[in-house]
Structure formats: C-alpha cells, structure tokens
C-alpha cells in the first residue's frame, strides 16, 4: 500500500504510521511529491503509475486530493481502498484565505488551486474513508471562516463529500494525525473491513 503525506510536508511525516501498518500485517510504501514546486501536475501522473499494481491507499491533507485526482483521471486503477485523514475534499477555506493574502499566496504554490477547489464528489469504484479531527489546534483557523468543528486546519464539514464510504470524527488536530493511536487503529479497521469503527 502507498502512503502519501501533505502540503510542505516529507515523506517521513508517514513514517509513525507505515510502522503501524506494517506491523499490523501490511506493506506500506512513502510516496514522495514536490507539493508547492510540482505540485499535482507532477504528482497525479507518478503515483498513477505507482497504483498500477493492486494496492490500498493512506493519505494525509493534500495527498488524499492527490490520489482522489489519480484515480479520478485513471478509473481502471486497482485501488481498493482509500483512507484520507484530514482531507479538504470540498475545498480548503484556510488555502483560500492564505491564497488572498499577497504575502502567503507563494506559500501554496501549485497546489493551491486543487487545495482551494477539492474534488466535491467520489463516484470511483475504490471504497474511500476519511477521518476528520476536532480539536481546533492549528494554524489554518486564522486564515480561514471555519463553519463548524475543525482540526485547526481543515473543517469536518471540509472533509465531507457526497460517496464517501464512510466517515470517523477524532480528538486530534491536523498534524496530530501523523502520530495518533486512535487514527491508527481507524485507518487499519478501514483498510480491513472497509468501514471505521463507531462508539455505539
């Protein structure tokens, strides 16, 4: 399985969580991107060509747009599952808010388009997760109108599209994902049954 970090973040940010994975019987690869430099013009067409062997997908912020894109643009790739954490699938108001401001507009770089717009729907075949944080710590609240919950960065309701197959609520930040127990063990129940795994 491939997974995929976010916007200025490396690909070691994914380290904690391949370690979990791969103990839990998987075998996660990193997949690393230029996110403001290429962006996903650069980033769709390699990792289309790094799913083209049956795989399962975990991916944090702008990475899970990535491979929302790749596997939009290559429908017939065999992916089976797809988690996002933290993922601005309807559009990012903290990357249109930064984008507004002359001084911080560079700092999205070609990523700021996708980041701004999301994806707004999933009609693929591969069962697509995602898990949203709501502990309100980060940076992006001062850049943009959250309505609602947030991790600090991106909005729950940020994070919702029509065609999910299902959809978590955590006690975390944006970047507390990378390194979060109760995230793990959603991701790994997900990639396992296809479904996360609610208190009843």
């Given at each position: 399985?491939?997974?995929?970090?976010?916007?200025?973040?490396?690909?070691?940010?994914?380290?904690?969580?391949?370690?979990?994975?791969?103990?839990?019987?998987?075998?996660?690869?990193?997949?690393?991107?230029?996110?403001?430099?290429?962006?996903?013009?650069?980033?769709?067409?390699?990792?289309?060509?790094?799913?083209?062997?049956?795989?399962?997908?975990?991916?944090?912020?702008?990475?899970?747009?990535?491979?929302?894109?790749?596997?939009?643009?290559?429908?017939?790739?065999?992916?089976?599952?797809?988690?996002?954490?933290?993922?601005?699938?309807?559009?990012?108001?903290?990357?249109?808010?930064?984008?507004?401001?002359?001084?911080?507009?560079?700092?999205?770089?070609?990523?700021?388009?996708?980041?701004?717009?999301?994806?707004?729907?999933?009609?693929?075949?591969?069962?697509?997760?995602?898990?949203?944080?709501?502990?309100?710590?980060?940076?992006?609240?001062?850049?943009?109108?959250?309505?609602?919950?947030?991790?600090?960065?991106?909005?729950?309701?940020?994070t919702c599209v029509p065609g999910l197959a299902d959809h978590i609520v955590l006690p975390t930040s944006h970047s507390g994902m990378?390194?979060?127990?109760?995230?793990?063990?959603?991701?790994?129940?997900?990639?396992?049954?296809?479904?996360?795994?609610?208190?009843?």
């Open positions: 399985m491939l997974l995929l970090h976010g916007l200025w973040m490396p690909s070691a940010c994914m380290a904690w969580h391949a370690r979990r994975l791969r103990r839990a019987g998987f075998d996660p690869q990193l997949f690393g991107y230029d996110t403001v430099g290429g962006g996903p013009a650069r980033a769709i067409p390699g990792l289309v060509e790094a799913l083209r062997d049956p795989a399962d997908v975990l991916a944090h912020s702008l990475g899970g747009l990535i491979a929302v894109r790749a596997l939009e643009r290559e429908p017939g790739l065999p992916v089976r599952r797809v988690v996002c954490l933290g993922t601005p699938l309807a559009g990012s108001a903290a990357a249109t808010g930064m984008a507004q401001l002359p001084l911080l507009r560079g700092f999205l770089g070609r990523s700021a388009r996708l980041l701004r717009r999301g994806c707004h729907a999933w009609e693929g075949d591969a069962e697509l997760g995602v898990v949203a944080g709501n502990s309100g710590l980060g940076l992006g609240r001062f850049f943009g109108d959250f309505a609602g919950a947030s991790d600090g960065t991106v909005a729950i309701a940020e990378l390194v979060s127990a109760p995230v793990s063990r959603q991701v790994i129940a997900f990639l396992r049954t296809g479904r996360f795994v609610h208190d009843r």
